[in-house]
């Protein structure tokens, strides 16, 4: 039971919000324009959230409780989890947190901060550090796991300022192990990956940045090439009850968890299993189609998925498209980062994916099919991946029209298959335990392949103004804003290339 219990906040918030608490970062497609001095006010409260639709016609709806900010002033849009806070290695922010509940809660990051107890109605107020590079999940950890996965926790990100040495670009780690070490120094020189390396952000960012900032030790990986998945489950009916107990008390531990992962199924849905599987608050077509969740690049140019769990279930997060590099566990560079296309996350891992955007080795090139090294064969004078003679192809073709409500307007059916979605799907699927679940509103997101950064008219790719919307959010673009970009019509096959 809360004191809030009445008039908590309801929510229908369009997805996580990132803050960027740094004077050194770049925004995600603005300049950051915080002071050095960082501050973060926390308030421990709760609220009802909208889950998989956020319309008036849904009725699906989860109690949680969350942490709701206000950086350098600005209130941040609520939502659970808690906004990714982005920040550089060395930076301090002074943080002050209000416990309007009516138990004890805390904030904690292990290794980094421990508000200790905070108890109901309490404020707290101490500095956190940012002295550990990588990725972190704040979270409450008084009656673990109950505050924690009723919904207070979200993720922090340290950035390293500096590589770790002359000639080295930088990774997201203080102590890269030397294979990862090497697959950044890599990243923007190999024939695979033809873009700029992760450090570098291109002329499509903020002047700022400085593409060979490396060079001089004064580097800032921008925040477009990091994306966070933070995965959770929620139970609508456990978490209503956990709002609904005794004031005061904290609800049974061992009976919370007992009830969220062990509970029969029940095709009247009268148990308690999760029934909602997010990534930052989100599912299906809404984890998908968010720019800060699914990754869009150029080929070559990697990005770095830090994911962390912070429910009780385990999650596989499998790529198509791409392989990726897994390059830290749970805070430690991984020593050999392997190659794979699923890898398991379990409840309060931190793993992180690195997506090289690369070229699959099977695709063909003059030198023969897996052969690096040689150039691309060509298809109407356009390098052949990503696949550009689909850029103009329409399912059903174009002119394909149907009539509008009215009756009389024509609808154009035809929708470009370009630039291609992969699927990034979870393998392991406590979905399954959820009533059945519903696969396709769960942990769903994609990747976007677009194009070589160094062949000529390839940059152009010719996006649909959604597209091109998500492309500048996600990446800072300027100066291109509203243009339609064009490209060539693929012409005919050409002869094989000598
Ligand atoms: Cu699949």
């Known amino acids: 039971m809360n004191m809030k219990r009445r008039d908590f906040l309801k929510l229908s918030a369009a997805g996580v919000a990132t803050v960027i608490l740094s004077s050194k970062l770049p925004g995600l497609g603005v300049l950051n324009a915080y002071a050095a001095d960082q501050t973060l006010e926390v308030t421990i409260t709760d609220a009802?959230?909208?889950?998989?639709?956020?319309?008036?016609?849904?009725?699906?709806?989860?109690?949680?409780?969350?942490y709701k900010m206000k950086a350098n002033g600005v209130d941040v849009p609520p939502d659970c989890?808690?906004?990714?806070?982005?920040?550089?290695?060395?930076?301090?922010?002074?943080?002050?947190?209000?416990?309007?509940?009516?138990?004890?809660?805390?904030?904690?990051?292990p290794g980094l901060f421990d508000s200790g107890v905070i108890p109901a109605g309490q404020t707290?107020?101490?500095?956190?550090?940012?002295?550990?590079?990588?990725?972190?999940?704040?979270?409450?950890?008084?009656?673990?796991?109950?505050?924690?996965?009723?919904?207070?926790?979200?993720?922090?990100?340290?950035?390293?300022?500096?590589?770790?040495?002359?000639?080295?670009?930088?990774?997201?780690?203080d102590n890269p192990s030397p294979h990862v070490q090497k697959l950044f120094n890599e990243f923007g020189s190999a024939d695979c990956w033809p873009g700029l390396a992760?450090?570098?952000?291109?002329?499509?960012?903020?002047?700022?940045?400085?593409?060979?900032?490396?060079?001089?030790?004064?580097?800032?990986?921008?925040?477009?090439?990091?994306?966070?998945?933070?995965t959770h489950q929620a139970s609508p009916r456990l978490f209503a009850e956990v709002g609904d107990y005794t004031p005061g008390l904290d609800y049974p531990a061992q009976e919370f968890t007992d009830k969220f992962l062990r509970s029969p199924f029940s095709a009247t849905r009268q148990n308690y299993n999760p029934e909602f599987f997010t990534i930052n608050g989100q599912s299906g077509f809404f984890a998908h189609f968010s720019p800060s969740i699914t990754p869009m690049g150029r080929i070559g140019e990697p990005c770095v998925v830090h994911i962390l769990n912070a429910g009780l279930w385990t999650h596989s997060m499998h790529l198509h498209a791409n392989h990726f590099f897994v390059t830290g566990i749970n805070g430690v560079s991984n020593e050999n980062p392997i190659w794979v296309d699923v890898f398991g996350v379990y409840p309060m891992d931190r793993v992180d994916y690195t997506i090289p955007f690369m070229r699959p080795p099977s695709i063909p090139n003059v030198g023969g099919i897996g052969l690096a090294g040689t150039p691309l064969t060509t298809v109407g004078g356009n390098p052949c991946y990503p696949p550009v003679q689909e850029f103009e192809m329409h399912l059903p073709p174009l002119g394909t029209t149907a009539f509008a409500e009215d009756g009389v307007t024509p609808v154009e059916l035809g929708q470009r298959m370009s630039p291609l979605c992969y699927p990034m799907h979870d393998h392991s699927e406590p979905s399954q335990t959820a009533q059945g679940g519903n696969y396709n509103c769960g942990l769903i997101s994609g990747m976007y392949i677009?194009?070589?950064?160094n062949t000529p008219g390839h940059m152009n790719f010719p996006m649909d103004e959604d597209f091109n919307m998500m492309y500048r959010n996600v990446r800072g673009v300027s100066g291109v804003s509203g243009e339609r970009a064009t490209y060539p019509a693929p012409g005919p096959r050409p002869e094989p290339e000598e």
Not at 450 to 453: F, H, I, M, Q, Y
Request: hydrophobic fraction near 35%.
């Open 48 to 66: 009802l959230k909208d889950m998989v639709t956020h319309n008036e016609i849904n009725t699906a709806q989860c109690y949680f409780w969350i």
């Open 81 to 109: 989890p808690g906004p990714t806070i982005l920040a550089l290695k060395g930076d301090t922010i002074q943080i002050k947190i209000k416990n309007e509940l009516d138990e004890a809660h805390s904030f904690y990051i």
């Open 124 to 173: 707290y107020e101490g500095t956190l550090t940012a002295s550990v590079s990588g990725s972190h999940l704040y979270y409450d950890k008084l009656n673990a796991p109950v505050n924690r996965v009723m919904g207070l926790h979200g993720a922090l990100v340290v950035r390293p300022a500096v590589p770790t040495g002359v000639g080295n670009r930088i990774t997201p780690y």
């Open 198 to 230: 992760w450090e570098q952000a291109g002329d499509d960012t903020p002047p700022t940045m400085d593409e060979n900032a490396y060079l001089t030790g004064n580097s800032y990986a921008p925040p477009f090439r990091t994306y966070v998945w933070l």
């Open 450 to 453: 677009t194009g070589d950064r």
